[in-house]
């Protein structure tokens, strides 16, 4: 079968696939069906932590599909009890909520928000406050968080009841609340699809005080930038606050479907029987996965994210054809002079898959990548960025 036309002919067009279609893998190395190798610079877009068909995660994921793969939500399980637990106590969140994805986690955060500040304020209190440029997923209520217009347009109406400020914006913050009541602010401390853009720090500390002066829930989105990508557990560690909410996916499952929403202490009792709820959100299987991941993410590995992207960073700093580098452990982004696209285009002819966002060459190697790898693929990132 040819793979790239039987998927054109059948497969919605929702994405612009890179002209490579991969059939395996082992760590960073993944392999084409012409037989050619790369370095993985994207594992799936921050999914597999470990990279592919990592030896510890199959053995979890598979020892557990031999008990059972799947029961209803109607009963308990060990994985998904043992990985709350575990998520629990390295946050100090409270309860957790298993769904499937990055928006479902999204979607549960702004129920427990909206429901919150109901109870709390009346039910005009229901804004959600995201920032121009974020992401937060793509039905129709986390669109609406979406702060940019272009994902918008031809899907109307979305869901109300959300407002933008641009990033460190408090000011902008203080008049909205004047104005709207407010249930809740959501945001990404590093916007990933937004092009790897780092909140600043006095901005994020003034948002957690204001918003805990005035009683409105801090939510942080930590789909892409949690789970040890930049150098701590959850990004906002590295800020110095705790938030109301913390929601997960991408490399918590190490590559199975995943979307957990963290609640903390205020929010923690929010939900009762019946407010939520998904069929596959806390899949024995996928949890035994994510444990298994979870339990690796120590202070070594982070370590090791920190000395690897202090590596990365100066192998671009001043590279001929590069800009600027942006971001935070082994989550980075590269302006670079030539546009990203054809960046991204040379270094796939020479073996290196790597992603973007906006117009920067994004970068989300596998925690665990070997040195050697991440050198190679350093140098032919760079020789692909030079004018
Ligand atoms: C990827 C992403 C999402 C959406 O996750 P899905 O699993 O694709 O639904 C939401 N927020 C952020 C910050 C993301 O990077």
């Known amino acids: 079968m040819d793979i790239k036309q039987t998927d054109k002919e059948y497969i919605a067009g929702t994405y612009a696939r890179f002209p490579v279609a991969i059939v395996s893998g082992k760590g960073s190395l993944l392999t084409d069906d012409e037989g050619k190798t790369y370095i993985d610079m994207g594992s799936g877009i921050a999914v597999n932590s470990f990279g592919a068909s990592d030896d510890v995660w199959v053995r979890a994921v598979t020892e557990q599909l031999g008990k059972i793969q799947h029961t209803s939500n109607l009963y308990y399980t060990e994985p998904c009890a043992r990985l709350a637990k575990m998520l629990c106590e390295r946050t100090g969140m409270k309860k957790v ?46 669109l609406a968080a979406t702060g940019q ?8 109406p979305l869901t109300p009841g959300f407002a933008h400020i641009a990033a460190n914006d ?9 104005e709207t009541k407010l249930a809740a602010v959501m945001i990404e401390c590093i916007q990933g699809e937004g092009g790897v853009v780092p909140l600043e720090r006095s901005f994020v500390k003034e948002l957690r005080a204001f918003t805990e002066e005035n009683g409105i829930l801090l939510i942080c989105d930590e789909v892409q930038t949690g789970n040890g990508r930049t150098g701590a557990l959850y990004a906002y560690m590295n800020y ?12 918590l499952g190490g590559g199975l479907p995943i979307g957990a929403a963290l609640l903390g202490e205020k929010v923690a009792s929010v939900f009762g029987p019946g407010d939520h709820g998904s069929t596959f959100g806390g899949n024995p299987a996928v949890c035994a996965g994510a444990c298994s991941i979870l339990e690796r993410i120590n202070d070594d590995l982070l370590k090791e994210v920190k000395e690897k992207s202090d590596y990365l960073v100066s192998a671009f700093t001043g590279a001929d054809g590069i800009e600027s580098v942006s971001g935070m452990g082994l989550m980075l982004g590269l302006k670079t002079t030539r546009p990203a696209a054809d960046v991204v285009k040379t270094c796939i002819e020479k073996g290196v898959l790597c992603l973007t966002a906006k117009d920067k060459v994004r970068l989300l190697p596998a925690l665990n990548i070997p040195l050697d790898l991440l050198q190679k693929a350093a140098y032919s990132i760079m020789e692909a960025a030079k004018s």
């Open 170 to 178: 408090i000011e902008g913050l203080k008049t909205l609340a004047k």
């Open 149 to 156: 217009d272009h994902y918008h347009e031809l899907f109307q």
């Open 97 to 142: 909520f298993f769904g499937n994805s990055g928006a479902e986690a999204n979607e549960c955060a702004i129920k427990a928000a909206r429901k919150y500040a109901a109870e709390k304020n009346g039910d005009d209190c229901h804004t959600v406050v995201t920032l121009v440029n974020s992401f937060h997923g793509r039905t129709l209520t986390t």
């Open 240 to 251: 110095g606050i705790t938030p109301d909410i913390v929601t997960t996916a991408k490399g």
